[in-house]
T-cell receptor, first 119, second 114 residues
C-alpha cells in the first residue's frame, strides 16, 4: 500500500526566511503522481503542483520550488523569502494508477505540515 | 463561477442521528470524492465515484453511505453506525479518465456530535 510521510508537524519562521517542507513517499507502482496542496484557514485545499513519476525535473514557480528525487522517494517543497500569507497547512499527496485508470482525486495524503510565518 | 459547493459549513448532530452532507459541482467533472480530516492525521478517503450511479469504498467507509444519481451531486450520509463522526469533511472532484485534472476541493463541512 502507498504511504506519504511529512515528518515536520509544525514549522515556524520569520518573514523572508527560506523554508523547506519535506515529503517522503512509498509505493510499489512504477507510475504514480505526486501533489502538493495548501490549506489556508478557510479550509479548502488549493492545488499547487502535480508531478508524475517519469519527470524528475525540478520546478520553480515564483517563490515556490519543488525537488523530486526518485532515488530517495522524496518530493520536497521550498518557499523562498517566505511571507505571512504563506501561513497555512501544506499537504503532500500521492495517487497511483488503478484498474479504472489514473484518478488524480484518489489521493493518499501525508499528515500535513503547519507553516507559520511571523512578521 | 465554476467550483464545488459544500453545505452546510457547520453541522451539529445528536448521537444516534443520521446526517447528510451536501456536495455539488458545476465543473462537469466525472469523478467525485469524500475525505475526512482529523487533526494530525491528514485526509483520508471515505468514498469515491468515477461515474454516475457507481461508487467505491475508500479507506474508511464504515459508518458512511453515498449516492451518485446525478453527475453534479455526491451527498454523504454519516450514519449512527459511525462511532466518531466529529471531523472536517471535504468533497472533491476531478475529470478522471483520459483527461485528468488535479482534484478541486470544496470549502468543507465541520461536523460536531453534541
Amino acid at each position: 500500500a502507498q504511504k506519504v510521510t511529512q515528518a515536520q508537524t509544525e514549522i515556524s519562521v520569520v518573514e523572508k526566511e527560506d523554508v523547506t517542507l519535506d515529503c517522503v513517499y512509498e509505493t510499489r507502482d512504477t507510475t504514480y503522481y505526486l501533489f502538493w496542496y495548501k490549506q489556508p484557514p478557510s479550509g479548502e485545499l488549493v492545488f499547487l503542483i502535480r508531478r508524475n513519476s517519469f519527470d524528475e525535473q525540478n520546478e520553480i514557480s515564483g517563490r515556490y520550488s519543488w525537488n523530486f528525487q526518485k532515488s530517495t522517494s522524496s518530493f520536497n517543497f521550498t518557499i523562498t523569502a517566505s511571507q505571512v500569507v504563506d501561513s497555512a497547512v501544506y499537504f503532500c499527496a500521492l495517487s497511483e494508477e488503478d484498474a479504472g485508470g489514473t484518478s488524480y482525486g484518489k489521493l493518499t495524503f501525508g499528515q500535513g505540515t503547519i507553516l507559520t510565518v511571523h512578521p | 463561477d465554476g467550483g464545488i459547493t459544500q453545505s452546510p459549513k457547520y453541522l451539529f448532530r445528536k448521537e444516534g442521528q443520521n446526517v447528510t452532507l451536501s456536495c455539488e459541482q458545476n465543473l462537469n467533472h466525472d469523478a467525485m470524492y469524500w475525505y475526512r480530516q482529523d487533526p494530525g492525521q491528514g485526509l483520508r478517503l471515505i468514498y469515491y465515484s468515477q461515474i454516475v450511479n457507481d461508487f467505491q469504498k475508500g479507506d474508511i467507509a464504515e459508518g458512511y453511505s453515498v449516492s451518485r444519481e446525478k453527475k453534479e451531486s455526491f451527498p454523504l450520509t454519516v450514519t449512527s453506525a459511525q462511532k466518531n463522526p466529529t471531523a472536517f469533511y471535504l468533497c472533491a472532484s476531478s475529470t478522471g479518465g483520459g483527461q485528468n485534472t488535479e482534484a478541486f476541493f470544496g470549502q468543507g463541512t465541520r461536523l460536531t456530535v453534541v
